[in-house]
């Protein structure tokens, strides 16, 4: 598979993670989410889930399992996310590696075609995604300060990417306004 395969979201979102419905995942046929937690679910520096978040993952929860998988390696801070939001999570994953993406997917007991792996990083969450064969969605992340650097780097990954072949662009792009 190219690399622009493989840095390609199934779905680029241009908007928060909050702006996933359980019609978005219906559309898809998604009976699963693998969220990544830095600045997809919550901003880097924060150690709790916000308020709106929590809603919005009992709401999803109605029509799909959810489970966490970080990078971080925080079990404090990462555990109290988790704990606040009542879902499992894996923590170190290693992405773009598949392994504790393909561990949550097995948890879920779904076929991995029908479960999304949701995050802000091409290079990390959605390469990790599309080379185990999710479903991948692209979000705008989650952040308060280090918007600058937050946003150089962003444009770095989108510039590398259209590069190596990736458009960021798919039939199901989707404005947060049209959610």
Known sequence: MSWGKLLQPDLVLHGPVLQITPETL????????????DETLVPMRAS????????WVQEIRQVAN????????????????????????????????RRKLR????????????????????????LAGNRLGMFTILVEPMVFEDVVKRSRTFAFEVWLSRLLGATLTTPNSADASQE
Not at 26 to 37: A, I, N, R
């Open 26 to 37: 219906q559309q898809h046929q998604l009976k699963g989410l693998v969220l990544d937690v």
């Open 103 to 126: 561990r949550a997917v097995e948890a879920m007991q779904l076929p991995v075609e029908q479960v999304a792996m949701v995050g802000d990083r091409l290079f990390t969450d959605v």
């Open 66 to 97: 959810i489970w966490l998988v970080s990078n971080n390696i925080s079990e404090g801070r990462i555990g109290r996310i988790a704990k606040a939001l009542e879902v499992p999570y894996l923590l170190g994953a290693g992405k773009p590696s």
């Open 48 to 55: 709790q889930a916000s308020e709106e978040l929590l809603p």
